[in-house]
């Protein structure tokens, strides 16, 4: 996205921060029913494709932990690492 000012260059807004703007006005309800929802999918399909689902869903969530960690406090970043390590083992114990 481009922004014009009279008088100087334009600036660029980075592609990131036009997701981060999006992802803002996501219902938080909505962001957590779509997460369980592919939580369980993940879960109760066989083999390599909930694999695949809770993988995704892993890298959906340590992209968005990478995104907000500096405003994270510690005890936050600890339960999220946890769960990304959870969620992980998971990913690998469907794929045996």
Known sequence: MSVRTPGKA???TPKS???LRRLARVSPTAAFVAAL???LAGLFLPGIIGAALL???WAAL???TFTTWPVQSTPV???RVTLLALLLAAVVAKMI
Request: no cysteine.
């Open 10 to 12: 334009d600036v660029t």
């Open 17 to 19: 921060e036009n997701l």
């Open 37 to 39: 929802a592919v939580l």
């Open 55 to 57: 993988f995704v869903l």
């Open 62 to 64: 340590l992209a968005l």
């Open 77 to 79: 970043r600890a339960v």
